[in-house]
C-alpha cells in the first residue's frame, strides 16, 4: 500500500495467501506448519507484503485438506500449537505485517462436536436443529430429501444410522459427506461464529477470510433446482443478516479489523451487495481471476469491477491465482486462458515459456490497479501447476467426487521449492519425510534461492514492483483513467502520472516518448513495447495522453 495512503490497510493492501501445509515444514514430517512459515517470515517481509491470509491451520480429519473444522479455537497438531501462532501473529506484526485468518462457516467436520452430538442422540435430538437433518423420500425414506448437486459435484445427503442400528435421517453437505452444512437459521450457530471471531480478533489478527460465503443460507422447503427458480442454497437474501453482525463484532474492535468474503456469483449487482458498508469490507474479484488474456475481455472486467464497487464504496480487489485454481502460468500458456471449475481437465496442451511471459505482465497489470492485490504463495517465483501428481498421491476430494474427470487442485497446492537443486528443495530439514505432494524436479530454477539477486527472475520483478507500488502515491486505493492506445493494448493512468501499459495484441506498439521507465515485465525491443509486456511508466508532461514517438498519437 502507497505510504501516502491514509485510508483503512485493506482497501490498498498487497496481501499474501499462505496455505499452511505447503509452505514450508519446520518439523520435517513432510507437512507445511506453524514454525515453516515463522522461519520463512524474512521472505515475506523482503517481498514487501502488507498481510498474510493463512488458508485454514484448525483441527481436522483432513477429509478436504482442513476446510473440515472441529474446532475453530485451536490449530491441528500437524500444524503445531496456539501458542505457536500468537507468536507467529506478534513476529508478523513487528515485521510490521498483518495477519488475515480462514473462517469457514457453511459446514463443519463430521468430527465435530455438535455433529458427533446430533449422531449419538438420534431423532430429536437438540443438535440436529443446527444442521440440516430431513428424512427421506420414498415409503422406507430410502431416497435423497433432494436431487441437488453439490459443490464438487455428487451427491450432497448422507443417510445417518441411528443409535439402534435402524436406517435414520439424512443430513445435508454442499461438499463432501464429512463436511455437514450448519443451519444457519438456528440463532445458536450464529451465536457461535460471532464468539470465533472474537476469539481470533483477541489473539490480535487483523483480518478474517470468509469461505463460500454466499452459500450459508438455505431454503428450507427444500425446492428441486429449476431454471426459473433462484437457487435454493446459493446467494440467497438472508445471508446479509449474518454478515451485519460480523460486521458489528469487527467494528467493535480497533485498528480497521477486516472482513473479506469468497463471493462467487456472475452477477455484479448481487456481488456488491455483500460489501454494502454495514457489511463485508471486500470480495474476492473472481471475474478478474478467470479473465481471458485479452485486452477488451480484460478491460471489460476492470471496468465491471470498479463500477460494481463504486456505489458501495467499497475497494476492489485483484487476483490471479488461490489454492483452488489452476495456476496462472499454466493457465496464459493455453489456447483457452480462462479458468472455470467445469472445464478443467488433464492433458491440456500449455507453453510455460509463454504463460509466464503473460504472468510477468499480469503480475504489473494487477498490481497497479485501484484497490487491494492477493498474491498466492509461489506466484511470486513463477511456479506452474503440476500435472502429473501420480493417481495413487492426489489427495483433494474433488478428483474422486468428480468421477475423476475434474484433475482436482493438488496441482496448485504442492509445497514450495526454496533452495537446493533437486526436492524437496529445503522445503523440510535434511533427513526429513517427502513432502506430502511431490515436487517437479525443473522447479531448481524457481526456488527462492536461485531467483534472489536476478533481475530477469520472477522473484525480483514481484519484490520491485511491490517496493514501487508502496513508493508511490497514486498506487493502492484511489481511481483509474483510460488512456487512448492501439487494439489490444491497455493503458491507463493513476494520479498524476504514473501509467501502466500491457501489450496484449500481436505486434510491438511505441512508448511514450520521454517517460521514466520505472518497471518493465520483460525487455523492450528498440524501444517499442512488445506482446505479452507490461511496463510502469512516470510522464508527468503528458497528463493526457501517450504519444509515439513521432509524435503521433498512440491510438
Not at 81 to 91: D, F, G, H, R, S
Not at 107 to 116: G, I, L, R, V
Not at 138 to 161: A, I, K, L, S
Not at 361 to 386: D, I, K
Request: hydrophobic share 40%; proline share 9%.
Amino acid at each position: 500500500m502507497s505510504t501516502a495512503d491514509k485510508s483503512p490497510w485493506w482497501r490498498g493492501a498487497v496481501i499474501y495467501q499462505v496455505y499452511p501445509r505447503s509452505f514450508a515444514d519446520g518439523n520435517g514430517d513432510g507437512i507445511g506448519d506453524v514454525a515453516g512459515i515463522r522461519s520463512r517470515l524474512d521472505h515475506l517481509s523482503a517481498l514487501g507484503v502488507d498481510a498474510i491470509w493463512f488458508s485454514p491451520w484448525y483441527p481436522s480429519p483432513m477429509a478436504d485438506a482442513g476446510y473440515d473444522v472441529s474446532d475453530y479455537r485451536d490449530i491441528d497438531p500437524v500444524f503445531g500449537i496456539l501458542a505457536e501462532v500468537e507468536a507467529l501473529i506478534t513476529e508478523a506484526h513487528e515485521l510490521g505485517i498483518r495477519t488475515i485468518v480462514d473462517v469457514v462457516p457453511n459446514h463443519c467436520s463430521d468430527a465435530h462436536p455438535w455433529f458427533q452430538a446430533a449422531l449419538a442422540g438420534g431423532p430429536g435430538a437438540p443438535e440436529r436443529d443446527l444442521f440440516w437433518f430431513r428424512p427421506g423420500r420414498g415409503p422406507n425414506g430410502d431416497q435423497r430429501p433432494t436431487d441437488w448437486v453439490g459443490e464438487f459435484g455428487g451427491e450432497t445427503w448422507t443417510r445417518t444410522t441411528n443409535p439402534d442400528g435402524t436406517p435414520g435421517d439424512w443430513y445435508l453437505h454442499l461438499f463432501a459427506p464429512q463436511q455437514p452444512d450448519f443451519n444457519w437459521d438456528h440463532p445458536r450457530v450464529r451465536a457461535e461464529f460471532e464468539d470465533i471471531l472474537r476469539f481470533w480478533f483477541d489473539r490480535g489478527v487483523d483480518g478474517i477470510r470468509i469461505d463460500s460465503a454466499g452459500l450459508l443460507v438455505k431454503d428450507g422447503t427444500l425446492p428441486e433446482v429449476r431454471p426459473d427458480q433462484p437457487h435454493p442454497f446459493h446467494d440467497l437474501d438472508g445471508v446479509h443478516d449474518i454478515y451485519r453482525g460480523w460486521r458489528r463484532v469487527a467494528d467493535s474492535y480497533p485498528g480497521d479489523r477486516a472482513l473479506i468474503g469468497e463471493v462467487w456469483l456472475p452477477d455484479r449487482q448481487r456481488f456488491a451487495n455483500y460489501l454494502r458498508p454495514d457489511e463485508l469490507h471486500a470480495a474476492f474479484n473472481f471475474d478478474f481471476l478467470g479473465c481471458a488474456w485479452d485486452a477488451s475481455a480484460l478491460r471489460e472486467s476492470i471496468d465491471g469491477t470498479l463500477s460494481a464497487h463504486a456505489p458501495v464504496g467499497a475497494p476492489a480487489t485483484w487476483v490471479l491465482s488461490n489454492h483452488d485454481v489452476t495456476r496462472h502460468v499454466t493457465r496464459y500458456g493455453r489456447a483457452d486462458t480462462t479458468f472455470s471449475f467445469a472445464a478443467k481437465r488433464e492433458g491440456i496442451p500449455t507453453d510455460l515459456e509463454l504463460g509466464t511471459r503473460r504472468a510477468r505482465a499480469a503480475a504489473l497489470l494487477s498490481l497497479s490497479l485501484p484497490g487491494a492485490a492477493y498474491v498466492y504463495q509461489g506466484e511470486e517465483l513463477g511456479l506452474w501447476e503440476v500435472e502429473d501428481i501420480p493417481y495413487a498421491l492426489r489427495q483433494d476430494p474433488m478428483w474422486e467426487r468428480s468421477g475423476r474427470v475434474d484433475p482436482g487442485r493438488d496441482g496448485c497446492r504442492v509445497p514450495l521449492p526454496w533452495a537446493g537443486d533437486e526436492p524437496p528443495f529445503e522445503f523440510s530439514p535434511e533427513g526429513a519425510a517427502a513432502p506430502w505432494l511431490p515436487q517437479p524436479a525443473d522447479w531448481k530454477d524457481r526456488t527462492a534461492r536461485a531467483q534472489t539477486g536476478d533481475s530477469t527472475s520472477m522473484l525480483e520483478l514481484y519484490r520491485t514492483a511491490i517496493r514501487l507500488r508502496r513508493a508511490e502515491p497514486a498506487l493502492g486505493d484511489g481511481g483509474l483513467t483510460w488512456l487512448p492506445a492501439p487494439d489490444g493494448v491497455l493503458a491507463f493512468s493513476r494520479g498524476d502520472g504514473f501509467h501502466c501499459l500491457v501489450n496484449l495484441s500481436d505486434t510491438a506498439v511505441p512508448l511514450p516518448p520521454d517517460g521514466e521507465l520505472l518497471l518493465a515485465s520483460g525487455p523492450l525491443d528498440d524501444g517499442l513495447l512488445p506482446s505479452d509486456t507490461a511496463v510502469w511508466l512516470r510522464t508527468p508532461e503528458l497528463a493526457g495522453k501517450p504519444r509515439a514517438a513521432n509524435g503521433a498519437d498512440l491510438t
